[in-house]
């Protein structure tokens, strides 16, 4: 069993820039990806980035450039940092990760509005 917890979000004017957190804990050797969703009021959850184990990276096209996810394996925790913000970066935040089966966070909201 893996257990992420995120945190982080908030309120933001548009242009700011925020930084998520997941700490992992459990079972954290058997994790290949994690990886971070949102969910916007409506919408379906989208993929925002990705970071495997050898460090490889992907990111979701409207994030590219204005994201940027990294991994501390020391101490068991991925983080977004979120730059030149925008009104439809709002969102609810999900950790996911991947190793054997798929586990998720309970999410953290991050508003972007003036």
């Known amino acids: 069993q893996v257990q992420l917890v995120e945190s982080g979000g908030g309120l933001v004017q548009p242009g700011g820039s925020l930084r998520l957190s997941c700490a992992a804990s459990?079972?954290?050797?058997?994790?290949?990806?994690m990886d971070w969703y949102r969910q916007a009021p409506g919408k379906q959850r989208e993929l925002v980035a990705v970071?495997?184990?050898?460090?490889?990276?992907t990111y979701n096209d409207n994030v590219e450039g204005r994201f940027t996810i990294s991994r501390d394996n020391g101490k068991n925790t991925v983080y977004l940092q979120m730059n030149s913000l925008k009104p439809e970066d709002t969102a609810v935040y999900y950790c996911?990760?991947?190793?054997?089966?798929?586990?998720w966070g309970r999410g953290t909201q991050v508003t972007v509005s003036s």
């Open positions: 996911h990760a991947f190793g054997g089966r798929f586990y």
């Open positions: 459990g079972s954290i050797n058997s994790i290949l990806t």
């Open positions: 970071i495997n184990n050898g460090g490889m990276t």
